[in-house]
């Protein structure tokens, strides 16, 4: 996600960075490289100019700072600019005062609609409302069937039925009513091109359900071809915000940073992966601080406390930092890691992280192998590795269906991190423990964490 156009902004402002003062002939030359570089991540040639427009009055009237480099004004600014570019502030939800609030998705076929109105139900439903799902696409085949499988996996009913898809619409508004659920998402059918049937289609279901927010639903891969899509849905249905899908298979990431300026709507959702949680509201400057290689340290920490209990990731920080932790631990911290995402992404939020490990390709599989090597140990293996002689990683490696070689890897880089960590824990004694235990809910960082040493993967 944003990755070409992360590498470049971070070649271009590493130089200026590195500067004492800045030349007008340095500003210009940056700001050439920021315009080449926004085309190469497909963002709209005029959204490109304007923005880079932006950026160059903002410049010119830049008051110096005793407190940052000119090279660091510089960065802020690209941020600023970044941020306003992406929409500027969180879109907040706020719901209708008479129930229920209705919620309309539009898009062309593909761009994701059916799926992501099951993860907009289980986004409502972690807000604590109750929400209905109505499948008004009748046109393609099995959408309704779709939606119904989504809604079972996220325990939420689901209205429709054959005829007219304005109709059922309707009808699916009456049944929330009817049911006492406090929200509606319609999922209405697409075409895989914009035509006249499918935008008449759309406003007639949008006039008879009065939505209180439209979404679009756009597929980030689509490039410079989402500010065409997006231009004609707004102006047919007044779109309220953009929920961006297949965000992580997206590179360049010129949808995101074009639709915002062309059709003044804020980008609501992204999401993030194929798993019906890899969905999140958008925030403009997180992500303007991830294309700058800053990291997203908020939305990490938002994951965890989403699968992590408070107690339970105190006791974790105690036995970390007092060199008490366990194969056992860890393998209860692999699991609680897996519910956050996968390892590259997580990887990604990270500030300071190495371009090269950005990069790497780093395999889910592998953690599962490391696994498969903990619970094919006993119970006393698990709590004491230095028991484990030559004939015990024999049985280990047999059991898990790995090598002695991973078992004997494993094992030397978990003793190697126990060290490391028990020698952390004895810098402050006891206050390292104490200052775990006053963070509010942030988790321990797990052994197998991006950054705290990776047992078993190379």
Do not use: C
């Amino acid at each position: 996600m944003f990755d070409a156009l992360s590498d470049r902004f971070d070649g271009i402002l590493k130089r200026l960075r590195g500067k004492g003062t800045l030349k007008e002939a340095d500003v210009d030359e940056a700001l050439a490289e920021i315009r080449v570089a926004l085309l190469e991540a497909d963002v709209n040639v005029r959204v490109a100019r304007i923005f880079v427009n932006r950026l160059r009055e903002t410049l010119v009237g830049l008051q110096l700072s005793k407190a940052l480099s000119p090279g660091q004004q510089v960065v802020k600014a690209v941020r600023d600019e970044l941020r306003t570019m992406l929409g500027g502030e969180v879109l907040k939800i706020t719901y209708a005062p008479k129930p229920p609030t209705v919620v309309l998705l539009a898009g062309l076929q593909g761009s994701g609609k059916t799926t992501n109105a099951g993860k907009l139900a289980r986004w409502f439903k972690a807000q604590g409302r109750n929400p209905l799902l109505v499948g008004a696409d009748l046109q393609r085949p099995a959408a309704v069937e779709q939606l119904r499988t989504l809604g079972r996996q996220v325990n939420v009913p689901v209205f429709s039925e054959p005829g007219d898809p304005v109709t059922t619409a309707r009808r699916g508004l009456e049944e929330a009513r009817r049911l006492g659920k406090d929200v509606v998402i319609v999922d209405t059918a697409g075409r895989l091109a914009i035509d006249a049937e499918m935008m008449d289609q759309v406003r007639r279901i949008s006039e008879a359900t009065g939505p209180h927010y439209t979404f679009l639903v756009i597929d980030a891969m689509l490039g410079q071809d989402a500010v065409t899509v997006a231009e004609a849905f707004h102006e047919t249905l007044a779109i309220d915000g953009v929920i961006l899908s297949k965000l992580d298979g997206d590179a360049r990431g010129g949808a995101a940073l074009s639709v915002k300026e062309v059709i003044g709507r804020p980008i609501a959702f992204a999401s993030t992966g194929e798993k019906l949680d890899a969905f999140e509201q958008f925030h403009p400057d997180r992500m303007a601080d991830r294309i700058l290689g800053m990291g997203d340290v908020l939305t990490l920490i938002e994951k965890a406390e989403r699968v992590y209990e408070r107690e339970e990731a105190e006791q974790a920080a105690s036995k970390l930092m007092e060199g008490e932790f366990t194969l056992d631990d860890f393998l209860d911290q692999m699991q609680q890691l897996k519910k956050m995402g996968s390892l590259q992404s997580l990887i990604g939020m990270l500030p300071g992280v190495p371009k090269e490990l950005k990069q790497a390709k780093i395999d889910d599989a592998e953690l599962k192998r490391v696994e498969a090597i903990i619970r094919s140990m006993t119970a006393e293996e698990r709590r004491r590795p230095e028991v484990i002689n030559g004939s015990r990683r024999t049985r280990i490696a047999n059991g898990s269906g790995t090598s002695v070689g991973e078992v004997n890897r494993l094992v030397t880089q978990f003793r190697e991190m126990q060290k490391m960590m028990k020698r952390m824990g004895g810098f402050g004694g006891s206050k390292a423990s104490k200052k775990a235990k006053k963070s509010k809910g942030m988790p321990a960082i797990p052994a197998g964490f991006p950054g705290a040493g990776i047992p078993g993967l190379r």
